[in-house]
């Protein structure tokens, strides 16, 4: 079975420039998961989606960061106009629909950003 | 806020050295306890999901038990080998329902030949 896959995996901008991060869930996932890790803390949650609707994305930077799930499979994570503390690892999860808590998400290798 | 706690927050040992580290999460309402391993460069993998108080649980040198009512899970490797180094994340569910992990920041684990 395929892994959750993520591209690119380093990304490099400056300071105002837009960037987009793609991630493709392990095939039947119905939730997918957006991750944000900053260096020296634990990866924190950005957006979760359930198939392609919006559970949760209370700790988005809603003035630059967006997501979308079309079609409840893809997603993309876009961050418009990117600032230095944006630099972070930038992860995807997905989890098939299950009970909740006691269930794995499965993580992809992440993108690494870098903002100058 | 809920708040997941990890020490020592990084860890030198040498090739054979067994060692712990520590996750401590609120005790009230509790669900589930998980762990990961992340290596650079690598997705992070599930290596453990914990429910029961007193669980342990074990993967090849690697175990972890759990201690709900006082909020805490140790993770021990026993003989620790240089394809160990990694950082070990411990995460616990904020919202059973949607399965929102808070994570902690990790112990960061190096194993010297």
């Not at chain 1, 209370?58 to 630099?87: C, M, N, W």
């Not at chain 2, 020490?7 to 005790?27: A, I, K």
């Not at chain 2, 599930?46 to 007193?54: D, E, R």
Request: with cysteine; charged share 20%; net charge positive.
């Amino acid at each position: 079975e395929a892994g959750v896959a993520q591209s690119p995996r380093y990304k490099i901008i400056e300071k105002r420039q837009s960037v987009a991060f793609w991630c493709n869930p392990i095939s039947g996932h119905a939730t997918l998961y957006w991750y944000q890790q900053i260096l020296g803390q634990g990866p924190k949650l950005l957006i979760q989606f359930q198939n392609n609707g919006v559970v949760d994305d209370s700790q988005l930077p809603k003035d630059r960061f967006s997501a979308e799930r079309l079609k409840g499979v893809d997603s993309t994570l876009k961050i418009q106009p990117a600032k230095l503390e944006d630099s972070a690892v930038y992860l995807c999860a997905s989890r098939i629909q299950g009970a909740g808590g006691t269930d794995t998400q499965y993580f992809g290798p992440g993108t690494r950003l870098t903002v100058l | 806020i809920l708040n997941v706690e990890q020490s020592p927050q990084s860890l030198h040992v040498q090739e054979g050295d067994s060692t712990n580290f520590t996750c401590s999460f609120p005790s009230s309402n509790f669900y589930a306890l998980h762990w990961y391993r992340w290596e650079t460069a690598k997705s992070p993998e599930a290596l453990f999901v914990m429910t029961l108080n007193g669980d342990e649980k074990k993967k090849g040198r690697i175990s972890a038990t759990l201690n709900t009512k006082e909020g805490y899970s140790y993770l021990y490797i026993k003989g620790s080998q240089p394809e160990d180094s990694a950082t070990y994340l411990c995460a616990f569910p904020f919202s059973g329902g949607y399965n929102k992990l808070i994570f902690g920041a990790g112990t960061r684990l190096a194993v010297h030949p």
